[in-house]
């Protein structure tokens, strides 16, 4: 079974958006920036390191950009039979799973982070990661401390991040190194996130989370704060409000995906800091980074490379890396210009219909299998329009 996950903040990085900008699911980005009021193009294909670094910038481009390769992965048919994001990126998680409107997504991110960024910027805290020591022992150090300073991410074997005041995170780091820890080493962030330093941040997260409606995912999306997959709408408001300010058990997560049965982990978004970590806790997994078009290729190969003989299902939709499919760029009623094209060829760009006024073109050139939808249908937007397969 599939399980995509989405990173958090810090999975940013200048430019990411370089590769995605002529694809048809950059519309998200100029849909996400008339929700902001921000040119948010511009932030994923021209700022800095420095600017992306700010968390109100960090988490908003991380999210949209995540949510465009989803929805690119959706229009050539690859879905999931599960959803996990480390902390923002649990956001994403339920966005794409269903459980949250994309412009109410859009909003709680931003909300997200401002609220993040004002708290961190009240009180002054920062974070580290301590390598090689187990979690007890990272725990222990941290209540061998007599000032502010508590685990914040459990994120693999050997690999624990604390988070609190700079001075309780100098005590820890010399205390964890006494003990056998490898490394101790600061992380590039203003805030203590996921302590109670967030408590200011989590109270207006509070009030925006109440604002918006959940509803039930399409699939279990597995929570920060408990490790455990929720499929309840109702769920979800006090898990995202105790996530500010409780530690990220990402270890956890993913030894509940592995007991779920999860055996292939694909890590939507930019870089792959997931995939290292899934690499470093399970040893009996397949993982892949989809972080650009050309990595949805190898995706696509990696899952027809595990396309079973008998003809056995799997649960998820697994397509042969030869099959594409053509989705509705909008929502409204479908119309196409031709119903007997089957068993043709055509070429990328080939209009096939279209839905209200807009155009739905193939973004791939191949020999046409059928039509998805009839005639007059009423569609979702990125719903299934026709299925091709590549032709040589």
């Keep these: 079974m599939i399980v995509f996950t989405y990173p958090g903040q810090g999975s940013q990085k200048m430019g990411m958006g370089n590769k995605w900008q002529d694809h048809p699911s950059w519309e998200l980005v100029l849909e996400a920036s008339s929700i902001t009021g921000r040119d948010l193009s511009n932030l994923l294909l021209n700022a800095d390191d420095d600017e992306l ?44 799973s269903g459980a949250l409107d994309f412009e109410d997504a859009v909003k709680l991110v931003t909300e997200r982070g401002e609220a993040m960024q004002a708290c961190a910027e009240s009180q002054e805290g920062t974070m580290a990661a301590i390598l090689g020591l187990d979690d007890e022992l990272v725990e222990s150090v941290c209540h061998r401390v007599d000032d502010d300073v508590w685990v914040a991410n459990y994120n693999a074997p050997g690999q624990v991040v604390i988070a609190g005041s700079p001075s309780g995170i100098e005590a820890a780091s010399e205390i964890a190194k006494e003990i056998g820890a490898k490394r101790a080493m600061r992380l590039p962030v203003s805030g203590a996130f996921h302590t109670p330093y967030m408590e200011p941040a989590r109270d207006r997260l509070r009030e925006a989370i109440e604002s918006v409606e959940f509803r039930s995912p399409d699939h279990p999306v597995y929570a920060n704060v408990d490790a455990i997959g929720h499929e309840a709408a109702g769920d979800w408001p006090a898990l995202l409000s105790s996530q500010l300010t409780s530690p990220v058990r990402w270890r956890q997560i993913l030894h509940q995906l592995e007991a779920a049965g999860f055996a292939t982990f694909v890590e939507v978004g930019p870089g792959a800091v997931l995939t290292g970590m899934t690499k470093r806790t399970l040893k009996d997994t397949s993982n892949i980074s989809v972080s650009s078009p050309e990595s949805i290729d190898s995706l696509l190969e990696m899952i027809s490379g595990q396309q079973p003989s008998t003809g056995d299902s799997l649960e998820g939709e697994h397509l042969f890396a030869t099959e594409r499919l053509v989705v509705s760029p909008c929502a409204g009623v479908f119309v196409p210009t031709n119903e007997d094209l089957i068993g043709q060829s055509i070429h990328a760009g080939f209009l096939l219909g279209l839905v209200n006024e807009t155009e739905v073109r193939s973004a791939f050139a191949g020999e046409i299998q059928g039509f998805l939808a009839v005639d007059g249908e009423r569609v979702t937007s990125s719903q299934p329009i026709a299925w091709l397969r590549i032709t040589k």
């Design 53 to 96: 670094k700010q968390t109100k910038n960090a988490q908003i481009t991380t999210f949209i950009t995540s949510m465009v390769i989803f929805d690119a992965l959706q229009r050539v048919g690859v879905e999931a039979a599960s959803h996990a994001g480390h902390s923002l990126g649990e956001y994403t998680a339920l966005t794409a």
